[in-house]
């Protein structure tokens, strides 16, 4: 059985709805894989959100391994928020002991799933780690919400989502799945020229001050975005888990050992998810 190691900070409801997105998928046979265990970075008490997702994996039966980087050397990270080598040592040191927790358990893959903090380098060269992040290969960087208003910005005519390999760069890492969508035709003509009629009486920064998230472009841009992640990282652990494709030496390989030299797509499964739904 394919095994896999789910990484979350547990924050808030995006967090809860990926581990209940998966479990269903594993109950189903969709996925033909196992959580070999849930860490989660916080411990009972440490925020109200984390409380309820610890509380839902204890539900689930799923082994469960708390530690809370709150309470983990806290002079020394905050330390760190002034010195960028006290910082990577206590990362460092963090994650020594994660996987000093998780050795035990034997994983094929490890999933981030609304995991909060960065991962060490000496961690995420001894695991296979993927990340989900919300635009296309070669698209924007940076939070979901600075993706959105550069493709605003640029005009883009596509967006989408992507599993990345995590490495020892913070978001450098290759992409490994992805899947695309449009922001023309449909609801987005109408949103494109009511921004352009704006832009001929303000600027683009001000709307962004003014509006910010309650813009109707940037909102529509979002919930396209946001309805394919979950299916994103569902049909990308399927991948692996059925073999169709592995990481190896950071490279991409297929079942039959082809070397693929460019992220595997699952825009067309994705898609009829959603038209089914």
Known sequence: MYRIGWFSTGRGQGSLNLLNAITAAINSGTVNAELAYVFCSRELGDAEGSDRYIQQVRQYGIPLICFSSKRFRPELRKEGKHKPELLARWRTEYDREIMSRIAPHRVDLIVLAGYMLIVSPEMCTRYTMLNLHPAAPNGPAGT????????????????GNMMHLVIEELDKGPPVTYSTFRLRGGGFDPLWEELEAKLKQTTLENIIQQEGEKNPLFAKIRQEGARREIPLVIHTVKAFADGKIKIHNRQIITADGTVLREPYCLTDAIEQDIRDT
């Open 144 to 159: 979901w919400q600075e993706v959105i208003w550069q493709l605003i910005e640029q005009r883009a005519t596509h967006s």
